[in-house]
């Protein structure tokens, strides 16, 4: 690459790390860089991947303080995030990428709705919850399995292709559990660190020598910084606000999908 190009995927991932910690589509940015410098789509799926990782750790410490409170669903959820990353990553390894580019915009289309419609989906858990005498922070068996299923599903997506698998995650938990946009976005950043491990993980022990190293570095540097700075600036964000930035970004994402 020419220092042009360095400083151009140095950007782009600067810009995905923080995206990804306030919506959860940065890969959108840096994976189509990687095409426009010339690296096969798998190569650079596999190298965006890898240069995520440290970008999931700065913007889920951004975010450590909403993760308060959160275990009693999140040990349920980081199992079948793990799982179904592994099955995602087996997926792409053996699968032409065409076979998920295929429905990607239909789930995303779906996951931004349910963020729209997310105050009112709380609502109405919420007053189920009163009638029938329960808390309405508590989730139960019937809304737990529903969240655990969509979680594996998200991390199926997410191992075999990382874009936009944040916007997914916040449309399935803001379906089913009644909690903030922030905080739903703090277990967001950590499920999808989790996904990206294991990807990056499968993918290098699995195709070391397929994957642009120099390229994933730069972009780990990038998404390092740009995970602190989006989590500093997300954490600051009115609920109306922050659910009007995942929307607009998701229609970027939807867009540039379809193009």
Do not use: C
Not at 69 to 83: C, D, E, N, V, Y
Not at 189 to 199: C, E, K, P, T
């Amino acid at each position: 690459m020419s220092w042009a190009e360095i400083l151009l995927l140095a950007v782009a991932g600067v810009a995905s790390g923080a995206i990804n910690a306030v919506v959860g589509s940065g890969t959108l940015i840096t994976f189509p860089t990687l095409i426009a410098f010339g690296v096969p789509p798998v190569v650079a799926t596999m190298s965006n991947a890898i240069g995520q990782v440290p970008g999931g750790f700065s913007s889920t410490w951004g975010y450590r303080r909403e993760l308060a409170g959160q275990w009693p669903r999140l040990r349920w959820q980081l199992p079948a995030s793990l799982t179904g990353a592994v099955g995602g990553a087996w997926l792409l390894l053996h699968l032409p990428e065409q076979a998920f580019r295929t429905v990607v915009p239909v789930l995303l289309v779906i996951a931004l709705v349910l963020v729209v419609v997310q105050p009112l989906l709380q609502r109405w858990l919420r007053r189920r919850a009163l009638a029938a005498g329960r808390d309405a922070s508590v989730v139960g068996r019937g809304r737990m399995i529903a969240l655990v299923a969509g979680t594996f599903a998200v991390g199926v997506y997410g191992g075999y292709f990382t874009a936009a698998q944040g916007i997914l995650l916040v449309g399935v938990m803001g379906a089913l559990v009644t909690d903030s946009v922030q905080r739903l976005n703090a277990a967001k950043n950590l499920l999808s660190l989790v996904v990206n491990i294991v990807a990056a993980g499968a993918y290098t022990l699995v195709a070391f020598d397929r994957i642009d190293w120099a390229a994933a570095g730069i972009i780990a540097v990038g998404t390092l910084i740009g995970g602190y700075v989006g989590a500093s600036v997300g954490r600051r964000l009115p609920p109306v606000v922050l659910r009007g930035f995942i929307v607009a970004l998701g229609l970027v994402a939807l867009w540039r999908l379809l193009v």
